[in-house]
């Protein structure tokens, strides 16, 4: 399995340009996840999907927008980029909470760079 | 507010000590408690998960014990290696919303040979 992968692995974007972060997962989890780090900070969690066709808002979703069409991919949208959202952005997977399979497996991350 | 701590913020030791990492946490109602290892430039890997009712747990080198009373987690680590230069997050979830996890900023350990 190759587990969660991300593209790209870097980008820089210019302030108004839009772009899609992409998230592909292929170890069948139900549950997905985007969060954002920034520099001294803990993760923060920005969408998350407890299966195809839903999503749901986390704790920082503002300028950001997703979609889980299948069970394997979970695109981040960012619309209108603003240096706030210079950052490093981690998609994670898991299965449905409780239990020892509660353990997420984490993407290599995409860095970002708004300018 | 539901928050993690971590200490200290950073930790330099020579390679084969030992060395313990705290965790300090007010997220309640409490599920469980994990650390993640982060590689520079890679995402978090899993190491434990403690629910309310274990106090301790090992993953080879790794040791990591929860107090539920007192909010308090450590992870302890036994002969380090120049490999286990990386930061450690703790997490914390809470159990009223299945996706309320709540990310400490790290201990960003160095071991020097």
């Known amino acids: 399995n190759a587990g969660v992968t991300q593209t790209p692995k870097f980008r820089i974007l210019k302030i108004g340009q839009s772009m899609t972060l992409q998230c592909t997962q292929d170890m069948n989890h139900n549950y997905m996840y985007w969060y954002r780090q920034d520099p001294g900070m803990g993760l923060k969690l920005i969408y998350y999907s407890v299966g195809a066709g839903i999503t749901d808002k986390g704790e920082v979703p503002n300028g950001y927008n997703v979609s889980r069409s299948t069970t394997e991919d979970f695109p981040l949208r960012l619309e209108l980029a603003a240096p706030s959202q210079t950052s490093v952005y981690f998609c994670a997977s898991s299965y449905p909470r409780g239990g020892p399979q509660e353990t997420q497996y984490f993407g290599p991350g995409t860095r970002l760079l708004v300018l | 507010k539901n928050q993690v701590e971590q200490s200290p913020q950073s930790l330099i030791i020579l390679e084969g000590k030992n060395c313990t990492l705290q965790c300090n946490y007010t997220v309640s109602p409490f599920s469980n408690l994990r650390w993640y290892k982060q590689d520079t430039g890679r995402g978090p890997v899993s190491l434990t998960i403690m629910t309310f009712s274990e106090n301790t747990k090992s993953n080879g080198r790794y040791t990591a014990t929860l107090d539920a009373d007192t909010k308090q987690s450590s992870l302890h680590i036994t002969a380090s290696q120049l490999s286990d230069s990386a930061s450690y997050i703790c997490?914390?979830?809470?159990?009223?919303?299945?996706?309320?996890?709540?990310f400490g900023a790290g201990t960003r350990l160095t071991v020097k040979p």
């Open positions: 997490v914390v979830s809470a159990s009223n919303n299945n996706n309320d996890m709540r």
